[in-house]
């Protein structure tokens, strides 16, 4: 509960219609789509920058936690303000403020979700890379402080390759600037770079300007199942070895496909021990060349069918399969960890392994769906939090997995961020002094650790 | 002159064949391919991280300047010793520590040549996209402090977009390591795109993990001759603006073409206003019919001819022009300033104008080479500093063309960086509170100031 005193202060600052305190509006904005929850003290929906720094200023003063929000849809526990305070909600900052094609940028505010920036897009013929799950609703600034990915990225790169610039609030409440419109520039320290995955714990981005990228001509999508995830995973490390770079390569196992035909029935194979969903876009000749070698490849490693899809419907079809996997197996059960392990690819089919065996030694059905492309994995688990005993497997179970990954080489997280989630097993990829370099940044850039506070650093 | 003891200390740790302080070896490391000269106190030459480490310790407790340095090709002064000190010379740790195609990925250490990277690469079918002019010369670790671009950066990125991880050791001596093997890693901060670009400021850098890509399987090069250089420039944003994005799209005025046929006689159009070298890859038949659109606009903007290299020989000849052209304008007078501004495309042509307007106000002959297609101008001056007059005109029309850029929602440098350079203009393009975090980044991360004090920051 704030003193009255900050509590004026920051609705001057913001008027009483965009402050909320009242426990049932709290409530909206204790929690992520990870398992933690927390009440802040306030949430604010700032509308400027100037309101932003305001607030900031008003904060800093009487050392109250500042937690940013996009949409929420974070699913390591980033926006969950577990030292209470503030949360500074992004949602009314949503502004497009130029589209540029001749120069290849777009400039928007934090709140912008992604899906409108796309639709903003389309009609000049370009499209903003990084495209992840949670694409219709999350925020391009939540985007940009987890760094988010997406199935597309294997190809095109994820969110920090497209941050051209932005504008950050720091804990001084200053207003500072990095980066241009220019898609080559050094001048200066990369800072966008150090801000972009920084999930909100240095500063708080209020303008970002983005590289966006002409759409291709042709994109053309398969489905392709094998009856052993074996060959599945061998397929992926056979394609990437060979040179070719699809725009996407979604891997599934059977726990997964199953899962989403008992929930939406889209026609997936229910026998099929692995299913791959590759896409490849450009120059239609290059497509059809590029697609022949990839059908090619699967066969030599025992793809029983390949089926392309025929139409704009089907392949939007096959999409919705894949982006419906976090949703259907909410369904399952109570609580689901959607986990985030990347691995070098040619590590892939052993990975795979690995799971499987993690999954029956603590005997936990674990569904395996993967950026395979590019080694990301999400180990899905479906479980109820409320049954101790199972949930102390799943937990286990994580741990084992995270080990595994970090022992092939593997590293924490490709794309979901650190969070909550994620922070104890920081020292399985970096050592005691590297992880003390970011404690060093954080305190030097936020020396009253006001921004996100009880994060991984 | 280091005192006897410091002397003794560097000595023990390194032996007195890799340690230089005689004054005629000195000298060699005193400048690079900028105007400043500096003398170091001695140069050292590492070949292990834990040498460097030692190093850097006794630097520490003495209050030594450290500066890093590669191959010393360097436009912008970042490796001259100006607070005299060390200088580490990283020329001989230069091993390949692996080339991993599979996962697409490649360990260097810093003294790694780029081309013999690339001669690496070349038998497995992959490359290293950025391909700085001194690409036969400078080193990855130079490569990575400049963040170092290129002509074929257009389409492929520049160094940063291909460091996947690097080891670091900073000012207490102590190694750490950021980023991974993974081409997807966001755990914790994007330290590697830190340190990227940084100059020698923050820490040394001794082991790189970079993303290596797949060879093309075709490459098309053409020779785009304008009788105006408006239409020249014109071209480009055309180009851009619809949505091609070639490898590389370089363009030389008038000036540039002659002095490369004086010097070494090409068969370069001398009549020509502007010259583009235009440059795509990929599947073959994406190639043609890129090329062809290609063909389409300059002939829409005026190119009076088109001349597509019909061999490889034909094209390593036209890259040879370009390449040279730096060594050509050495040849003209006894100094050269090669600049670099960048522009968003579309102000290619207005900027091209001004720079020269700004030629004929302070009478100097500017030469324009510019990776055009990412708005990345390299204006050429070779003039003679002793005539101290004409060298004061030289430096006037310098700060008119970074102000003309600027004055476009352009930046300081594309890939030169800032070193010495750049430092007076950086006001042009950040303001006071921007540049403040940079000094306050730098103090948190080297407090004592030890490496290559005197730079931008």
């Not at 008992?262 to 021990?273: F, I, K, S, T, Y």
Request: aromatic share 6%; hydrophobic share 45%; with cysteine.
């Amino acid at each position: 509960m704030l003193n009255a005193d900050v509590r004026t202060a920051l609705i001057d600052i913001i008027g009483k219609k965009r402050y909320l305190d009242r426990p049932e509006e709290l409530a909206c904005y204790a929690y992520d789509a990870f398992l933690e929850e927390s009440l802040p003290d306030a949430v604010l929906f700032p509308q400027t920058t100037a309101e932003v720094a305001a607030i900031v200023r008003v904060a800093a003063t009487h050392r109250l936690p500042v937690t940013a929000r996009g949409a929420g849809t974070s699913v390591c526990g980033a926006p969950v303000p577990v030292h209470h305070g503030l949360v500074l909600c992004f949602s009314k900052m949503n502004r497009i403020i130029e589209v540029n094609t001749a120069d290849r940028y777009a400039i928007v505010e934090p709140g912008v979700i992604n899906a409108d920036l796309q639709r903003a897009l389309a009609p000049h013929g370009f499209f903003y890379p990084p495209d992840p799950g949670s694409i219709n609703i999350s925020t391009i600034g939540g985007n940009v402080a987890l760094n988010a990915g997406g199935p597309r990225c294997l190809k095109y790169g994820v969110t920090v390759d497209y941050v051209l610039g932005m504008e950050v609030v720091l804990a001084s409440g200053k207003v500072v600037r990095f980066g241009s419109r220019n898609v080559k520039d050094v001048t200066g320290y990369k800072l966008s770079a150090l801000f972009c995955g920084s999930e909100g714990t240095l500063g708080l981005v209020t303008e970002i300007i983005l590289k966006v990228v002409p759409q291709p001509e042709a994109v053309r999508t398969v489905l392709v199942t094998f009856n052993d995830l074996d060959d599945t995973a061998r397929a992926v490390s056979s394609i990437i070895g060979s040179g070719i770079i699809p725009v996407a390569m979604e891997l599934m196992d059977k726990m997964t496909v199953n899962a989403i035909e008992d929930a939406v029935g889209l026609g997936l194979p229910r026998e099929a021990e692995g299913v791959l969903l590759i896409e490849v876009d450009g120059i239609s000749e290059a497509c059809e060349r590029e697609m022949r070698r990839i059908v090619e490849k699967v066969r030599e490693c025992g793809a029983v069918e390949v089926k392309e899809a025929a139409t704009a419907q089907e392949r939007d079809q096959l999409w919705a399969a894949r982006r419906q996997t976090y949703g259907v197996f909410a369904k399952i059960a109570p609580d689901i960890i959607s986990e985030d392990v990347t691995v070098p690819v040619s590590k892939v089919p052993e990975m795979i392994r690995r799971i499987r065996e993690i999954g029956k030694q603590y005997q936990v059905a674990i569904g395996v769906l993967a950026h395979a492309g590019d080694g990301n994995m999400h180990p899905l688990i479906a479980a109820d939090r409320s049954n101790k005993e199972e949930w102390a497997r799943v937990l286990e179970s994580f741990g084992a997995i995270f080990a595994a990954g970090a022992e092939l080489g593997g590293t924490l997280s490709g794309e979901h961020g650190i969070g909550l989630a994620k922070t104890p097993y920081l020292p399985l990829v970096m050592d005691q002094d590297s992880r003390d370099f970011l404690k060093l940044i954080k305190r030097a850039v936020d020396p009253d650790n006001i921004f996100n506070p009880g994060k991984f650093v």
